[in-house]
Nanobody, 123 residues
Framework: QVQLVESGGGLVQAGGSLRLSCAAS????????MGWFRQAPGKEREFVSA????????YYTDSVKGRFTISRDNAKNTVYLQMNSLKPEDTAVYYC????????????????WGQGTQVTVSS
């Protein structure tokens, strides 16, 4: 079992930055590919970014490319999502997830989920 806890969300003005963290316990994160998803009110949960177990490979949805950066520190059992140049349409609850696949974009590939952290971007 892996327990995931996100933090770092908050309210920020458009153009601002936030850094989300996802801390894991229970098992070493090095065994898992990690992903970030988000869910806006009234919308389905959508893929944002993924990172391989080593951190050598990353993948982003088109809408965040060039603005968001995913990274991981396996020694600290933590995954990060640096979000720059935030836009109002980035407003959502952000979730981290762990799974055995590599750079997976679909929800069903992830076995463990955090509780989410709210990100609100004001215009």
């Amino acid at each position: 079992q892996v327990q995931l806890v996100e933090s770092g969300g908050g309210l920020v003005q458009a153009g601002g930055s936030l850094r989300l963290s996802c801390a894991a316990s229970g098992r070493a994160l090095i065994n898992y590919g990690m992903g970030w998803f988000r869910q806006a009110p009234g919308k389905e949960r959508e893929f944002v970014s993924a990172i391989s177990w080593s951190g050598a490979q990353t993948y982003y949805t088109d809408s965040v490319k060039g603005r968001f950066t995913i990274s991981r520190d396996n020694a600290k059992n933590t995954v990060y999502l640096q979000m720059n140049s935030l836009k109002p349409e980035d407003t959502a609850v952000y979730y981290c997830a762990a799974g055995m696949g590599v750079l997976q974009t679909k929800i069903e590939w992830y076995d463990y989920w955090g509780q989410g952290t709210q990100v609100t971007v004001s215009s």
